[in-house]
Each structure stands twice: as C-alpha cells, then as structure tokens.
C-alpha cells in the first residue's frame, strides 16, 4: 500500500458479469460491495464510464449522484460542480447517508 499514500484496502472485483463489462453490470457489483462493506463515499472518474455507473448505482441504491465535482468543501459536506455548460458554478450538499461522486481528477492535485 507504499504506493498509494492514504489507501488502506484495494477492493478487486471478479465477476464473470465482468469479462464485457458495461454500466449495470458494474453497478450491480458495486452496490453489493457498498452494502457488504458499508462504505459511505462513492468516487469514480468524471469519465463517461463513471458518468454511466454512478448514477446507476444511485438508481439501485435510491440516492442522488453528484457529478463533475470541482473542489470539495467544508470537510467533505459541499461540493462544487460547473453549471450552465461550465459558465457558472455551484456549490451543492447531499443529506444521503452513502455520497455518490464523479470528479473531474483534472481540478486535484496528484498525490505524491
């Protein structure tokens, strides 16, 4: 774990539901391992797969999606996102229990 700074555990997943892997069938896996685990944040790219499986699991999982996060605020509570095609920007807050995000990785700085 040396080589990721902050990571204690690294989840694989194998599935034969893998092998052509698309949104849903990684979201289904996804919320099984959400709910065995009791993770509360839910971090995928802002790619247009994590664009397609956040807010499935969302959808499996009765909870709101936050997508294209800019900077996180306020210890983790807000976040900002782009609006209006990227013209404004917005800071947003969840009351959901498990915080699904996209984050565009462009907008953080790399981990040493």
């Known amino acids: 774990m040396?080589?990721?700074?902050?990571?204690?555990?690294?989840?694989?997943?194998?599935?034969?539901?893998?092998d052509n892997a698309y949104?849903?069938?990684v979201a289904l896996i996804a919320q099984n391992l959400i709910e065995a685990n009791g993770y509360?944040?839910?971090?995928?790219?802002?790619?247009?797969?994590?664009?397609d499986v956040v807010p499935r699991i969302g959808g499996l999982m009765d909870?709101?999606?936050?997508?294209?996060?800019?900077?996180i605020?306020?210890?983790?509570?807000?976040?900002?996102r782009p609006i209006y095609a990227g013209n404004a920007l917005c800071t947003v807050?969840?009351?959901?229990?498990?915080?699904l995000m996209t984050v565009r990785g462009t907008n953080f700085e790399k981990v040493p």
């Open 40 to 51: 509360d944040n839910v971090i995928a790219a802002s790619s247009s797969f994590g664009k």
């Open 2 to 18: 040396k080589k990721y700074p902050g990571v204690s555990k690294i989840q694989v997943a194998k599935n034969d539901l893998l």
């Open 23 to 25: 949104g849903q069938c």
């Open 73 to 80: 605020k306020d210890g983790g509570n807000q976040f900002v």
């Open 93 to 99: 807050s969840t009351s959901d229990k498990i915080k």
């Open 63 to 71: 909870l709101q999606a936050i997508t294209d996060i800019i900077q």
